[in-house]
C-alpha cells in the first residue's frame, strides 16, 4: 500500500546489447556524494549485464509514458522497438520523454534475499520541466494524483 514512482533502468553491454526493465524500487540514499539505489530479482535475465556493466541510468517515467513501463515490465522480445533514446555518455540508453534521468556509475551491490540491492553514484541528471510522474500502487498505474 506504498505508492511509488516508476522508472526503467537501462544499460548497454559491451556487446552493444540493450538492456532496460521497468523497476518501482528506487530510492535516493546520498546527496554527498550523490547516490540512489535500486534492485533487482536474483533471477532475472539481465542480472549478469548488470552487474557486470560499468554504467545504467535509471529514467523515472512520465504519466505519458505508461505504455512504456508495460512494455518493459514484461518478456517480450522486441522491447526496443520504436523506442526513442539518446546515449547517454556512459552508453547507456536515455529514454525520451522521461520525467528525470540519472546516469550512473555502478557503485555497489549488495545480496538482500532473493535480490540484489544497486547503489549508482549519479553522474549527470536532468528532468523534464513540467512533466507529471507516472505512479504505481497497489498494483495499478495512475497518471493522476489529486493534492
Not at 61 to 67: S, T, Y
Request: contains cysteine; hydrophobic residues 40%.
Amino acid at each position: 500500500m506504498f505508492a511509488t514512482g516508476v522508472t526503467i533502468v537501462t544499460a548497454r553491454t559491451p556487446s552493444g546489447e540493450l538492456i532496460g526493465l521497468t523497476a518501482n524500487s528506487f530510492n535516493s540514499v546520498s546527496l554527498n556524494p550523490p547516490l540512489v539505489l535500486w534492485s533487482l530479482s536474483q533471477a532475472a535475465s539481465s542480472m549478469a549485464a548488470l552487474s557486470t556493466g560499468s554504467h545504467y541510468a535509471i529514467n523515472i517515467l512520465a504519466a505519458d509514458q505508461k505504455a512504456l513501463a508495460e512494455r518493459f515490465a514484461g518478456k517480450r522480445e522486441d522491447r526496443w522497438a520504436d523506442v526513442p533514446f539518446t546515449e547517454g555518455p556512459g552508453g547507456s540508453p536515455i529514454l525520451a520523454g522521461a520525467a528525470a534521468t540519472f546516469e550512473c556509475f555502478n557503485r555497489s551491490r549488495y545480496e538482500e534475499g532473493d535480490h540484489v540491492i544497486f547503489v549508482g553514484e549519479v553522474e549527470r541528471c536532468h528532468h523534464r520541466a513540467g512533466a507529471a510522474p507516472l505512479l504505481f500502487h497497489g498494483g495499478k498505474f495512475y497518471t493522476e494524483h489529486p493534492l
